[in-house]
């Protein structure tokens, strides 16, 4: 139904009453589904679902009383999954919107009042800004702060994102409005200060209260990557002020500085007699609602400046007001301890569906909360099967275990978690060795498992047989590490000759000899592309080597004190997240006699479109402190590599998060913890002791799943227009076009050249046949379409089969998960991303967090999107 025909003007009306905050109401937001969430100055948070028969109904577990003091503002996640609520306390908390538990606690600076809150429209962060003008960035995938801004002198009052999540706008009481770019404030790896993109002084007379940006996206008609965005602002006098934004997208991967950037002042919306309190827009952005002092509430045709109705009902001044996500409804909370809800059409009744939960089998579905264990459990420990130490393990696949010890024996074992037991195979203990055994490793595909020891000796022998099928020749002193290239082709020794040696796996024909340590090389590692070698001695060094011409391209002293023990690469070609840059990123862990863990960022760049090894830099990225003793063992969590584990002479094994940089478990053990090894899923940890003993822990699913879901948020933080061209790669896999990644990955195609030349350019320039060229130009439009267009409210039946689960509309990225249903892609990310792990439709826990494009449905969908704007 469209809201600009006048009826608006006639027919808006009280749809109820909400009572039951007993001080000023500051805040309210509507979730995708209609349920209404309010704060209040009575230190509670109450929310409302909307009941058919019975309208709208408070929550049995609400009101909430997490916050000390008077909540200021509330906001729904874009997705409706999750929840935030900021107060006087200095408290920001996240809270899981269906089962209203609370996910996380965020504190401001020095504890100060918190005004305003925001969630960036892809989920991913939460800005908190208050009294001492300080703004905050929050990281909600891995919730930590990110970032925090001191550059508002006044209380910052206004904060917005641009729908596409490219901005951010902040402004404060002293009348100043600021502009950032969201990718400077999130990339951690620089150490320069955030510096606004511009600032306007003077934007409001006597101060901000309230701001927000449209989710209509305009373009320039010459210039793609020019935007233009529409932002309101309300403060103390009676005016709201209407303003464009023109900004020229930022490529942060082509190493541009420079930006375009304006504010522009469109018009001013004059109605209310006093101070105007929030304002917000509709989601089509073509209505705007306004709150004041005067006690009203109006809302406005920003297309053709005009108020098309003003609302009575409140009997003090109204602080908040808030749009449902048809437009149908307007909510605003007051002085008066009031919550009115109002139907602007005339027409929705307490009997009225406002929205139809989809079945299963004729049972409507209801999300509730299925509780998952997020503690390290113990499955096995073994403590009768080794003479000696356990001096190394490896893991191969989810199950297959091999381990090295003092008694000279490598072992393999079969872990089955259903039955929550380790077995030993029947080929198992290999025999060969003649004293202890160093290191044990799989290589990537599991045919062969190295071995090297004390005895001066590398074995290769075949897992599946137990037979040893290849050796090194022997070495004169102890072997204290053997590592395998992922591409299985090579493996590099070193030990206490102090030289690393890289031998051909298949000929044991030897490579190269890499010299130039003075003590003891304890560890090496194989980058996951197979182009860098790291070796580290106990000298405290590590040395960087070119894989394929064994040249030392950066040697790093006094890496650690008293000597290093052992490092590993992540398996991430894309490591640290948020981060936008041309060439060619690795994360490094590394541990030593100090006491700490290490991660380094080693970055390549890209010199006339060729990586230049030669010029390799090196960055202390992480400090990881816990320790109280030598740390022995680090490896990163496969794949992803959003977890590091290290283990120490303190008896300890201890989870790290690698993005944040914390501790997430301390598992404790009976004896000096010796090694460590992930199984490929994340889901188990093996730990090897002196005291002879194996221990197998189960890791929590939170930790597995929020592993999997960190990966999947990564490349949608970025623009099409920030894409390289492994982003674009991915794209086609996604939708099943990856048989021209070849063409893509020749012409270097990337988000720039997708987003600025005509899908015929972009297609010509792949040389593609008419067949593919006519698929890709339709998937180009869609591409393009999905970013920046907003849905508008259908007036005709839409297919249930169409209809997103979790939001209840209509999807534009459907995706089927690992439980059968297809949902729209953020909606099922954000699910995750609040903890929860069950299948929305079936409650059931899931197996794994993964899902794929339904390509099928999503055709459907376009169809039938395309014929209703034709009928439009």
């Known amino acids: 139904m469209s809201m600009l025909n006048g009826v608006i003007g006639r027919n808006a009306s009280v749809l109820k009453n909400l009572k039951g905050h007993t001080s000023d109401v500051n805040y309210c937001d509507f979730a995708p589904n209609f349920t209404l969430v309010t704060g209040s100055s009575d230190k509670t948070i109450r929310i409302w679902d909307w009941i058919n028969g019975s309208g709208y109904v408070e929550r049995q577990q609400s009101p909430l009383r997490a916050h000390k003091y008077q909540v200021t503002c509330v906001r729904v996640s874009p997705q409706g999954s999750m929840m935030a609520s900021a107060s006087v306390d200095g408290n920001a908390l996240l809270w899981n919107l269906h089962s209203l538990t609370k996910l996380y606690t965020m504190t401001q600076v020095n504890g100060d009042p918190i005004r305003v809150c925001s969630f960036s429209p892809d989920s991913t962060l939460l800005v908190t800004a208050g009294d001492n003008g300080a703004v905050c960035i929050w990281d909600l995938v891995h919730k930590i702060l990110i970032r925090t801004l001191f550059e508002h002198e006044g209380t910052t009052l206004g904060l917005s994102f641009t729908p596409d999540s490219q901005f951010l706008i902040t402004a404060c009481s002293l009348e100043v409005v600021k502009v950032w770019h969201v990718q400077d404030l999130i990339d951690t790896t620089t150490e320069n200060s955030c510096c606004p993109l511009m600032r306007l002084d003077n934007i409001h007379d006597m101060g901000v209260f309230s701001i927000d940006i449209s989710k209509h996206i305009d373009f320039d008609e010459h210039n793609p990557l020019i ?53 917000r827009y509709s989601n089509s952005g073509e209505l705007l609602a306004s709150s004041s002092l005067d006690k009203s509430v109006k809302v406005w045709d920003t297309r053709r400046n005009v108020c098309l109705v003003t609302l009575y009902g409140h009997h003090r001044y109204v602080n908040c007001v808030g749009f ?104 198992s203990p290999l025999e060969g060795h003649t004293y202890a055994i160093n290191h044990v490793e799989f290589s990537k595909d599991g045919s062969k498992l190295a071995s090297s020891s004390l005895d001066g000796c590398t074995f290769i022998w075949n897992p599946l047989t137990g037979e040893k099928f290849l050796s090194v020749p022997k070495n004169s002193l102890s072997i204290k590490v053997c590592r395998f290239s992922p591409s299985g082709q090579f493996i590099v020794t070193g030990g206490d000759d102090e030289k690393a040696v890289i031998w051909d796996v298949e000929s044991m024909e030897k490579i190269s000899v890499l010299e130039g340590h003075l003590d003891t090389i304890t560890s090496a590692c194989i980058s996951p592309d197979n182009k860098i070698l790291v070796t580290v001695s106990c000298n405290g060094d590590y040395r960087v080597w070119l894989l394929d011409t064994s040249k030392c391209i950066y040697v790093k002293e006094d890496a650690h004190d008293g000597g290093i023990q052992s490092c590993d690469f992540s398996e991430n070609l894309e490591p640290i997240p948020n981060v936008i840059k041309n060439g060619q990123s690795y994360l490094l862990a590394t541990c030593g006699n100090d006491s700490m863990v290490k991660l380094w960022r080693l970055t390549v760049e890209e010199r006339n479109k060729e990586l230049n090894y030669e010029e390799l830099e ?19 969590s496969p794949l992803v590599g959003e977890v590091v584990c290290s283990t120490a002479t303190d008896r300890q094994a201890r989870l790290w998060s690698v993005y944040g940089g914390h501790c997430l478990h301390v598992l404790d053990h009976d004896s000096i913890v ?101 698929i890709m130009i339709r998937e180009l439009k869609w591409l393009k379409r999905i970013q920046v267009q907003i849905p508008k409210p259908f007036n005709q039946d839409i297919p249930d089969e169409f209809l997103c689960p979790i939001t209840h509309e209509i999807m534009r990225e459907p995706v089927t998960c690992s439980d059968g249903f297809t949902y729209e892609r953020n909606a099922i990310a954000e699910w995750f991303m609040s903890g929860k792990f069950t299948s929305p439709m079936t409650n059931e826990i899931l197996g794994n967090t993964e899902f794929s494009a339904n390509l099928e449905l999503r055709d459907e969908i376009r169809k039938f999107l395309e014929n209703f704007e034709e009928e439009e």
């Open 618 to 636: 090196v960055k202390l990225w992480r400090l990881l402190q816990g320790h109280g003793g030598n740390v022995i063992s680090v490896r990163l």
């Open 227 to 279: 935007r233009f965005y529409y932002m309101a602002c309300g403060g103390c006098n009676n005016e709201i002020k209407l303003w464009k934004i023109s900004a020229r997208a930022l490529i942060k991967n082509k190493n541009l500085t420079q930006n375009e950037t304006a504010i522009d002042f469109l018009s001013v919306l004059d109605g209310h007699n006093s101070s105007v309190t929030c304002v």
């Open 324 to 427: 449902s996500k048809d437009s149908n409804l307007i909510v605003s909370g007051s002085n008066d301890k009031l919550v009115i809800v109002w139907d602007l059409t005339g027409t929705i009744t307490e009997d009225t569906e406002m929205f139809v939960p989809l079945a299963i089998n004729g049972n409507e579905t209801q999300l509730v909360e299925n509780s998952v264990n997020n503690d390290c459990v113990l499955l096995e420990k073994i403590d009768d099967i080794f003479e000696g130490g356990v001096n190394s393990c490896c893991f191969y696949g989810k199950d297959l275990l091999a381990t090295g010890s003092g008694d000279k024996y490598v072992r393999l074992f079969k872990t089955n978690e259903e039955n929550n037991n380790v077995e030993e195979l029947i080929n």
């Open 674 to 774: 010796t090694c460590c090894s992930f199984s490929s899923d994340c889901s188990l940890l093996a730990i090897g002791c002196l005291d002879r003993t194996l221990w197998i822990w189960k890791l929590p699913q939170q930790l597995v799943f929020q592993t999997a879901i960190a990966n999947k948020l990564r490349s949608h933080t970025k623009s099409i227009a920030e894409w390289s061209t492994t982003d674009v790669i991915k794209w086609l896999d996604e939708i099943k076009m990856n048989k021209i990644a070849v063409n893509v990955a020749n012409t270097r195609l990337d988000g720039e050249k997708l987003f600025t030349l005509s899908e015929n350019e972009v297609c010509s320039g792949l040389d593609l046949d008419d067949q593919t060229t006519e």
